[in-house]
């Protein structure tokens, strides 16, 4: 949030001084693991390279939830979601073409996508789908004082409102959203923030021969890979 708003730069995101790594003895390779192969204990990654291991963490994290909303597959430009670097980037490269967004998700990260966005000028509609902001973890009361809050600060904030369409234009850039509720809004940015489920593509993607060629659900063949990391049978 704070390097999308300028305050901080990629460098001061990093948990760690660089230096730390060499004196800790720990290489660090960067890369994406494509494959696991648990009975061998390696790794391949996208470079062609393999890794051996005696242990392995998985600690891949997670990834933005993908809604099923009609027209959403049409849009090759304009979608962005708020959980990685790569979605900063895109984030940034969009700001610039757009005059105004929609956040649709009422929780932290669609606040904080908010925020930014105003930071840069947008017009930003918010779409909360429950009664009031953030009702996870706020009564209507105090939810009532945040939602005037975000509205001093320009933000045209919905609630009761959930997206049921994306509609795109000429050049597949978003356009628009129109709600369950029959409402539209315009916007050239639409900021996904729903939630998240766990980073687990690359093991959903296999067929992996630790699995015997048999397909698996990801959480299945994420299990079966730790429990064989770990030297035991099931999880
Ligand atoms: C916008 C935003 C603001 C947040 N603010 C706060 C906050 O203020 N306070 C707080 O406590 N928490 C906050 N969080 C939550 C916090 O960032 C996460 O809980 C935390 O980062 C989770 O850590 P992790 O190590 O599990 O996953 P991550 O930090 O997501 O790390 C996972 C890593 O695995 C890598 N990876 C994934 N797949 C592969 C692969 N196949 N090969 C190689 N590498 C791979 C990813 O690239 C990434 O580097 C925020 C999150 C977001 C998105």
Known sequence: MYAYMDRLT??????????????????????????????????????????????????????PRKPTWKGLEKAREGVVHFVSLQDLQQCEQLTRSTKQAVVAGGGLIGVELVECLRFHGKRVTFLVREPWYWPVALGGVEAEMISDHIRRHDVDLRTDEEVAEVSVDGNGRVSGVKTVGGREFACQLLGICIGVQPAIGSARAGQHPATN?????????????????????RL
Not at 27 to 56: C, F, K, M, N, P
């Open 213 to 233: 060629g048999s397909r698996h659900s990801g959480f299945r063949l994420l299990r079966h890979f730790v429990a064989q990391c770990l030297g035991c049978r």
């Open 10 to 63: 990629l460098r001061d995101l990093e948990p760690y001084e660089r230096k730390i790594y060499d004196k800790q003895q720990i290489e660090r390779i960067t890369d994406w693991v494509v494959d696991l192969d648990a009975t061998a204990r390696q790794l391949r990654l996208r470079s062609g390279r393999t890794l051996a291991y005696d242990h392995l963490l998985l600690a891949t994290g997670s990834a």
